[in-house]
């Protein structure tokens, strides 16, 4: 069975930065959830961050940094490398991440100002599971997923 690796936040874990989830409720992500084929996993508390935490947004030289200017780069790096991890021990080759993100950002990241601005670009985790053949899509972009992923299941 294909599976699909999913922003945690996303199922409605409460990990995001304030404190909140950021669940979906949509069919298909109920019909995957319920076939099994869904694993969660917040890339930024899987590289040691707490919840609640300080929001963070990549930097035009690649650094992560709170608004304090604090350095998350190794934590949000060490975050992408463990959904790496995950999707090859799972063989999984299809993400669905929260857009906006600085770990998770499929198109869109917020520029790196903390003034809500948001550029095309991609987050950290993104960025790692692209680079490594996983087809990233955000949750505006379920039925483009649901369509690759028929095409797999396709003999
Ligand atoms: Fe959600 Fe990803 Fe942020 Fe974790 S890092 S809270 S999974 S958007």
Redesign the pocket.
């Known amino acids: 069975m294909h599976k699909i690796l999913v922003?945690?936040?996303l199922l409605g874990a409460p990990?995001?930065y304030d404190g909140r989830s950021?669940g979906l409720d949509n069919g298909l992500l109920a019909r995957w959830q319920a076939e099994g084929r869904l694993l969660a996993l917040?890339?930024?508390?899987a590289g040691g961050l707490p919840v609640p935490r300080a929001a963070a947004e990549i930097q035009a030289d690649g650094r992560v940094l709170t608004i304090n200017g604090l350095d998350l780069t190794s934590a949000f790096t060490a975050g992408a490398e463990a959904a790496l991890a995950l999707c090859r021990q799972q063989g999984i080759r299809l993400a669905l991440?929260?857009e906006g993100?600085p770990?998770?950002g499929a198109n869109r990241v917020y520029d790196g100002r903390f003034c809500g601005v948001s550029q095309a670009g991609a987050g950290v985790t993104s960025r790692l599971l692209r680079q490594h053949g996983v087809q990233v899509f955000a949750e505006t972009q379920l039925e483009a997923l649901a369509t690759v992923l028929q095409a797999l299941r396709s003999p």
Request: charged share 20%; hydrophobic share 25%.
């Open positions: 922003s945690a936040c990990v995001r950021q917040c890339p930024e508390v991440l929260k993100s770990s998770c």
